[in-house]
C-alpha cells in the first residue's frame, strides 16, 4: 500500500476542550479510507487536520512523506487536495451552472455522474435540496481532478441508488479519498476499503471493511455474560 496522508499522533483543541487525542493513521493513495464514528467522535475533526483548516496542537501530518503540518489550508488546496464539508459546500447565491463553471469550463463528467443536475443547472444552488446540493459539491470535485478528495458525509440526503453510484465514483479516482460516515455504508461491505472507527477524539479499530463487518457480526452473536449462579 502506498501511503498518500497521514496523521501521527495528531492532537487538536477546541477552546479547553480537546478534540483529537493523539489520533494516527495512513489513508492509502489511490484508494479510499472511510472514517467512522457518531457525532463528536472526531471524524469530521480529523478531515479539518488533513485539509488544514484546523490547526494541531500535537502531532504532525504528512503528505506523501513530506510534513505539511504548517502548511496552510489554501497551500494544500493549491497542490491537489478537495475538501467537500458537510455544510456550506456549494455557492448557494450562485446558479448550479455557475458552481460547476468555477470547477472547469467543460463540465459533461459531472453530468454524467449526476444526470439530475442537468435540469437545475439555471437553479441557484441554495434552493436545492440537500440531496441535489451533495451532487453538486461532489462534481465540483471530481471536476477538480485532485490528488487528495476528503468528504463528509458525501451520502447525505441522497437514496441509496444515486449513494451507491457516488461511492463507485469515489472509488474509481485515481486520487487519495477519505471519506467520513456515520457507519459503514452498505455498498462498501464487498469493497476494498481502509476503515478507522473513532469514539471520543481516538481510534477504536483499524483494519479492512471486512474485518470490521465480521468483529460486528462476532459481537452480536457472542452469548451475554449473565449473573453468577449463587450457592
Known sequence: MT????????????????ALHGVTLAAPGPGLTVLLGRNGSGRTTVLR?????VPLSGGAVLWEGTDVTRVPAFERARRGL????????????LTVR?????????????LDAYPQLAPLLARRAG???GGEQRMLALSRALLARARVVLVDEPSQGMSPTVA???????????????VA???????????????????????????????????????????????????
Open 127 to 129: 434552493t436545492l435540496s
Open 82 to 93: 478537495c475538501l467537500v464539508p458537510e455544510r456550506q459546500a456549494v455557492f448557494g447565491s
Open 164 to 178: 451507491a453510484r457516488t461511492y463507485t465514483l469515489l472509488a474509481s479516482l485515481d486520487a487519495c479519498v477519505v
Open 181 to 231: 460516515e456515520q457507519r459503514l455504508p452498505p455498498v462498501l461491505h464487498g469493497r476494498a476499503a481502509v476503515v478507522y472507527e473513532l469514539r471520543r477524539g481516538a481510534v477504536l479499530f483499524s483494519g479492512e471493511a471486512g474485518e470490521l463487518r465480521r468483529g460486528e457480526a462476532a459481537a452480536r452473536t457472542r452469548p451475554r455474560s449473565g449473573p453468577s449462579p449463587s450457592g
Open 49 to 53: 487536520a488533513l485539509a488544514g483548516t
Open 3 to 18: 501511503v498518500a496522508l497521514e496523521l501521527r499522533h495528531a492532537r487538536v483543541r477546541y477552546g479547553p476542550l480537546e
Open 98 to 110: 455557475e458552481n460547476l463553471e468555477l470547477a472547469a469550463t467543460a463540465y459533461d463528467v459531472a
